[in-house]
């Protein structure tokens, strides 16, 4: 019997986009949670499976490590399983203006959005003194409204960022709207982003996921 995906995890944060992927792929997984503080804190166990001592990170059947939320959302989608439909899949066909599209926002979101939480969360990190860091968070915050205000400019008005298809941007976008600047501001500056955002958490496969981090159903 093939061992299960193992993917650490603590409710409410990136781990969540890769619980996602993992319940929309049909793979078989176990969740190790952590708790936030203690991520941040750098907790040891957490670091012995990875030094990076973040969130998530997913250890595959053979004992593989992988980090990076993008890099796990890529290579799962590309296990198709038997019976699974190309248009089930949540990146376009290779070669297609529409993967090279999702491509980039993936990464947009995974490696310029995603990080301004890395520095803004715990500013003292990274600078000295107490108002440094509200500065850098500050900063931080409002750069962060900037880069979502081109996810809203370049999202379809279908039912998800590019249509009627759910892709990688649209697990994203479902699980960090629930983060600074919060849902008020999503709705009030990112409508078509609230809009995707809700469709991705009424997703009939992922009532679980929503439940576990977000206890929304509880």
């Not at 959005?113 to 850098?136: C, H, K, N, S």
């Amino acid at each position: 019997m093939t061992a299960p995906y193992r993917l650490l995890a603590s409710p409410g944060t990136g781990s969540a986009i890769v619980e996602c992927m993992l319940v929309l792929r049909g793979l078989p997984y176990v969740i190790e949670d952590f708790a936030y503080d203690r991520v941040l804190a750098g907790d040891p166990a957490l670091m012995a499976k990875n030094p990076l001592s973040e969130v998530p990170a997913l250890v595959l059947p053979d004992g593989t490590l992988m980090t990076e939320s993008a890099a796990m959302l890529i290579y799962l989608d590309e296990i198709v399983r038997e019976g699974t439909l190309l248009r089930d899949r949540l990146v376009p066909p290779a070669g297609t203006p529409e993967r090279a599209r999702i491509y980039r926002w993936t990464l947009f979101l995974a490696a310029t959005l995603y990080p301004t939480f890395t520095y803004g969360d715990d500013p003292e990190r990274w600078v000295a003194g107490a108002e440094t860091g509200e500065e850098l968070r500050k900063r931080t915050d409002a750069y962060r409204e900037e880069l979502w205000g081109m996810v809203e400019r370049e999202a379809s008005p279908g039912p998800y960022w590019m249509g009627d298809q759910l892709t990688l941007v649209d697990l994203y976008i479902g699980v960090m709207a629930y983060w600074r600047p919060g849902k008020k501001w999503f709705a009030a500056n990112a409508p078509k982003l609230t809009r995707i955002a809700a469709n991705v958490a009424s997703h009939p496969k992922l009532a679980g996921v929503w439940a576990r981090n977000f206890r929304v159903g509880q």
